[in-house]
């Protein structure tokens, strides 16, 4: 089988550890007769040194004609001026909203080889296996108005939270259809004691739950959430949220599985299904880290995750997305670590290593 794949490395470790995911999906091509097609673009902060823009027509044009995106990361302090006109992140937000890419799906999973890994004790992160559903084209990020200006009393600033009900629904649907698949099991977070965007929200998820008389719904405030994923994140299955919940949520969830260098993600523009064929964009959900940046030391199993999330939900490879994910799990138990992970014993490995020995197990 052919695909065509629309590659962006981006920023500081993108590139670094984007190189290991093709890699991975190369072994894969080789060992299953498929035809990987690649196609190189600029996006964030090495775009706009070369073409004063974050995200050109042309990459985006070439990311609407390819089957799947694959994202390394983007932003850096070299772009990061407050008083900047365009942004690294300015890309990310085009390629969402030029994508249709409405859906982010951002598993948690504890791997039982990784638990000296965190700063939770064995007996709390034991089990967890939830997966989050994030708004991801609406919200705070896509305000309007989104401003600053003076006045007479001193500098103000805007960003309004805004949401349409067809906005919601889609969303609450997506995480509706992942549990109905799961544990039957949906918490929707929001802040509806407050904001009057949440009360929406809550609203229309009560509506769209009567569609799924066979999933449970439970309606959880963002702080209680952001508690309870510390104080029993086993208690969740699937959470579905706004934008800018979601994306702090998540960052906080990463922290369970010893790293933010071990999660990874897929923006949807479609409802999930294995076996499928939805267009998505996917990356890690760490950032750009230019510190590490050339040093090799970026973990790039979350993009390499990422890629078996590809597989599975856009080019409908079930078998090999698996293939993907036990050889992760062979490399672990053989004790191989980058450095946001490393344990006692353990054998510490660099990005590039790390996506040579998952390469090898696929490789046979």
Known sequence: MQFNLAVLPGDGVGPEVTSEAVKV??????????????????????????????????TLKMCQSSDAVLLGAVGGPKWDAPKAKVHPEDGLLALRKGLGLFANLRPVKVSPVLTD?????????EGVDFIFVRELTGG????????????????????????????????VRVGFELARGRLKKLVSVD??????????????????????????LEHMLVDACAMRLIQNPAYFDVLV???MFGDILT?????????????PSASLAGVPREGGNIFGMYEPIHGSAPRRAGLNMANPLAIILSVAMMLRYSFGLIKEAQMVE???DEVLKEGYRTYDIMGEGKTKVGTKEMGDLVAKKIAG
Not at 38 to 52: C, E, N, P, Q, S
Not at 117 to 125: D, E, R
Not at 251 to 263: K, V, Y
């Open 25 to 58: 999906l190369l072994a894969i091509g080789k060992r299953f007769g498929h035809d990987f097609n690649l196609h190189y673009g600029l996006v964030g902060g090495v775009a706009i040194d070369k073409t004063r823009v974050a995200l050109s027509p042309e």
């Open 117 to 125: 890994s965190t700063n939770l004790k064995p007996a709390v992160i």
């Open 140 to 171: 705070l990020y896509f305000a309007r108005p989104k401003r600053q200006w003076r006045t007479s009393r001193g500098r103000r600033a805007t960003d309004s939270m805004t949401y349409s009900e067809q906005e919601i629904e889609r969303i």
């Open 191 to 216: 802040k509806a004691n407050v904001l009057q965007s949440s009360r929406l929200w809550r609203q229309v998820a009560i509506e769209v739950a009567e569609e799924y008389p066979n999933v449970e």
């Open 241 to 243: 949220t706004e934008n």
């Open 251 to 263: 960052d906080e969830a990463s922290m369970l599985a010893g790293s933010m260098g071990m999660l």
């Open 326 to 328: 036990s050889a992760i």
